[in-house]
């Protein structure tokens, strides 16, 4: 059995939607669903169970989890990078990791988790995965903090080797709506277009960017997919992996390939960033790939057009989620 925490969200749908797609249905959906729509994102998927996040964290503590578990895949996590609780951030992010992690060492279970491009910070001390840049990290939020907190404890503890973590760029693509403000920015211009026909961008209070020049490394949901995959597939390789596309695009080029996609003319307006955020602010990432290229993967990353393409023609337009396919669909 397979288990996917944060299963009904984003980036753990998706990996059940590839799952599913190899014919692998012995899938345990591990989340917590409260009153989002989340739950949606379920609806075209198929596995064998599904268990609250409390439930399942007590099924750890208490030793009385299934015993044909053979892989977690810890996606659950609470995203939101505006999130000022620290407390319930390492609460929720880190030690509800370090119990996950615990228990698949101790039950010889391969473990997968999620971490993030937010633990770079504002990127002046570079974006390589190498284990000996962890501790050169700020990260400029708590939520990003959270998910270097886990990282450095698994590399200080002796441990990255043991399991896989990914440090997921900006991630887009469908099964992302219920995230409310944390949707990608592909997701919100989209909206925004479809809205007004005109996109507002945060204008650059750095001198080093024009306006529409910050950069950021987009990644589709569906090369995300491959690269779990890749790793699911290989238990052999261990540590940690930028998951990134490993090119920059600005926001400029974002935006038009937005408007591209939907078939209406360019109209961008910049509007002054709240001071509360301009600290905490990310003007550029780009993802380091050497290490996920030595490790062996050698897919090939959807174009950004060509994905931004696809998300809309295919999902955002018809509301549609991953698993709504029709059965004969290609890539």
């Not at 599904?50 to 895949?73: H, Q, T």
């Not at 949707?183 to 209070?205: D, G």
């Not at 602010?281 to 993802?287: A, F, P, S, V």
Request: glycine residues 8%; contains cysteine; charged residues 25%.
């Amino acid at each position: 059995m397979i288990v996917v925490t944060g299963g009904a969200g984003f980036i753990g749908s998706a990996v059940i939607w590839g799952l599913n797609r190899r014919n692998i249905r012995n899938i345990m959906v591990v989340d917590h669903l409260d009153k989002t729509d989340k739950w949606k994102n379920l609806v075209p998927l198929q596995f064998l169970d599904y268990m609250d996040r409390d439930a399942f964290l007590d099924g750890i503590r208490n030793d009385v989890l299934p015993d044909n578990i053979s892989c977690v895949i810890h996606m659950g996590a609470c995203t939101d990078t505006l999130n000022d609780d620290a407390s319930y951030l390492i609460q929720n992010n880190f030690k509800y990791s370090q119990a996950i992690a615990s228990y698949c060492l101790n039950k010889h279970i391969r473990l997968i988790y999620a971490s993030s491009v937010a633990t770079y910070g504002d990127g002046t001390q570079g974006f390589s995965d190498l284990p000996d840049d962890l501790d050169k990290l700020r990260p400029l939020n708590p939520y990003g903090y959270s998910k270097h907190l886990f990282d450095l404890w698994a590399s200080r503890n002796g441990i990255l080797d043991e399991m896989i973590g990914l440090k997921f760029a900006n991630v887009f693509g469908p099964n992302e709506a219920h995230k409310g403000e944390m949707v990608s920015m592909i997701h919100n211009c989209l909206q925004q277009i479809e809205a007004t026909n005109v996109v507002r961008l945060f204008r650059s209070h750095h001198p080093e960017y024009p306006d529409g020049g910050q950069m950021r490394d987009f990644v589709y949901i569906k090369d995300v997919v491959d690269m779990v995959l890749f790793f699911l597939d290989k238990p052999e390789i261990n540590g940690l992996f930028n998951a990134g596309s490993g090119h920059a695009r600005s926001f400029n080029e974002m935006t038009n390939a937005c408007f591209k996609a939907m078939g209406r003319p360019s109209k961008i307006e910049f509007f002054d960033m709240p001071e509360s955020m301009r600290e905490r602010y990310q003007y550029y990432t780009c993802l380091d790939l050497q290490l996920l290229r030595r490790a062996g993967f050698r897919h090939r990353f959807s174009s950004f057009e060509r994905a931004v393409r696809d998300y809309y023609v295919n999902y955002y337009a018809k509301g549609a989620r991953l698993g709504d396919e029709p059965a004969n669909a290609k890539d």
